[in-house]
């Protein structure tokens, strides 16, 4: 296997000016780094990655920190992560939290013995960690919707309040007065946000905000289902539900069906993330599409930038989501 020594020796330059060449980490002149391009393809040299960072202190790694979730949301965010991660040549280290403060520890240890540039942080539940630990990340970061301690990182996000907004006002423009709300945790920022949005809908719309009909629950299937049972069980049912997103909407699919009753003959419905599988429920439903491919697009071009520039401002930036109307209301 050919060295970089070969490569001097064969083109007649120092072993500095190969090594400046192959790192560009320096200027070197035209004619010099064609000769020793040359030289490079003829031997198809290929420099060692893991030497070039020892060298550089970059290894092109990102690492990315994800909460245990059922949610399909987190899975098509990673998709696009890996494949913006890849148009810039960068390798993608995925870990997963399974929710526990413990295994969050271990996994970022990890990836900083791994070295990685910089780290995204994607996290749907609560973290505790200690200030001691997180003191110690002296890495670029990007948080993506939100981590709940504050973190000198920028931020990447969607306009949620804006999202319960536009979910409630689709099936008000559609004929429907009598709305309930599905939440998630509403400890949660966007969970807060998007009921806001939901409350001024309404409010902006001169329709009554009845308490009962705002149902508090979970972020995944059974928070879906139970939070339909509860609206099922009341002695006034109401005519629409804004699923705070399509895993909650996918659980008040089957209570309802359960039920004996018809989306949206009975009850209409709007969730919200646009997951695939939106498209292809019966009825395909109607949701708000967070916009996930923007999302990772702007989370890694940020993190590079932040990795090339670590003392430029930090930025928080907010895209908006929009309706996609389908057959469940």
Not at 47 to 74: C, D, Y
Not at 145 to 169: F, K, R, V
Not at 183 to 207: D, F, Q, W
Not at 284 to 291: E, K, V, Y
Request: net charge neutral; charged share 20%.
């Amino acid at each position: 296997m050919a060295t970089m020594k070969d490569i001097a020796r064969i083109a007649g330059v120092s072993l500095s000016t190969v090594s400046h060449v192959v790192n560009r980490s320096r200027f070197v002149s035209e004619g010099v780094t064609q000769k020793v391009q040359r030289v490079i393809d003829e031997l198809n040299y290929t420099p060692s990655l893991v030497a070039r960072s020892l060298k550089v202190k970059e290894t092109n790694t990102i690492g990315m920190v994800v909460t245990t979730s059922n949610n399909p949301f987190f899975a098509e965010v990673v998709r696009h992560v890996e494949r913006y991660c890849e148009r810039h040549h960068y390798h993608l280290i995925l870990v997963n939290t399974e929710a526990t403060n413990e295994h969050l520890q271990r996994h970022l240890d990890r990836l900083l013995r791994k070295q990685v540039d910089g780290l995204l942080l994607m996290c749907a539940e609560p973290q505790d960690l200690a200030p001691a630990l997180l003191s110690q990340i002296h890495l670029p970061m990007v948080v993506i919707d939100w981590w709940q301690q504050p973190l000198n990182a920028d931020i990447i996000h969607e306009n949620s309040e804006l999202g319960g907004y536009l979910a409630t006002t689709a099936l008000i423009e559609a004929g429907y007065q009598e709305i309930a709300i599905i939440t998630g945790e509403l400890s949660k920022p966007l969970a807060s946000n998007r009921l806001a949005g939901y409350k001024r809908s309404l409010l902006t719309h001169n329709l009554p905000l009845r308490p009962e009909w705002i149902i508090e629950s979970h972020f995944h299937y059974q928070g879906g289902i139970e939070g339909m049972e509860k609206l099922l069980a009341l002695p006034k049912l109401p005519r629409a539900i804004f699923a705070m997103n399509d895993s909650i909407a996918l659980g008040a699919y089957q209570a309802i069906w359960r039920a004996g009753l018809r989306i949206p003959q009975d009850i209409a419905m709007v969730g919200y993330d646009n997951i695939e599988l939106a498209q292809y429920l019966s009825p395909p439903l109607s949701t708000i599409h967070q916009p996930k491919a923007r999302l990772a697009k702007h989370a890694v071009e940020q993190l590079i930038a932040r990795i090339h520039q670590p003392n430029k401002a930090i930025e928080n930036i907010c895209l908006d989501p929009e309706l996609v109307k389908r057959e469940s209301f």
